[in-house]
């Protein structure tokens, strides 16, 4: 399945509604620096080929990207994601199933190839 990309909160609601993907993680990413172009965060910039790698052809699983805000944004305690998904660094990938996070790799967790490869399994 393709990467899917936050309209927030209706992508989102499709991952807990009545048919979610078979496979679901949300990717939670640094935003995009309307300077550059690219995410602030440079581990997120690191992992971002792994993740498209897995997530970018037909039997892959659905990835949902969600975007924490720029730097400043992010670093603020109060930030929506630390607070409501205990996301607590840039980038974590989490899996769910039945709608509820069973696992999570955290920035360079994801370029572990074998905790990568365990996490990506079914069951």
Known sequence: MPLLYTPYPKVLNSFFGPAPPKRPFL???ASIDPATGQMWCPDCRAVEGT???LFDNDDGPTGLIIW???RAEWKNPNNQYRKEAGITGVPTIVKLKAGKEVARLVEYEILDKDKLSAFMQDG
């Open 27 to 29: 990717i939670y990413y």
């Open 51 to 53: 993740v498209k790698d």
């Open 68 to 70: 924490v805000g720029q």
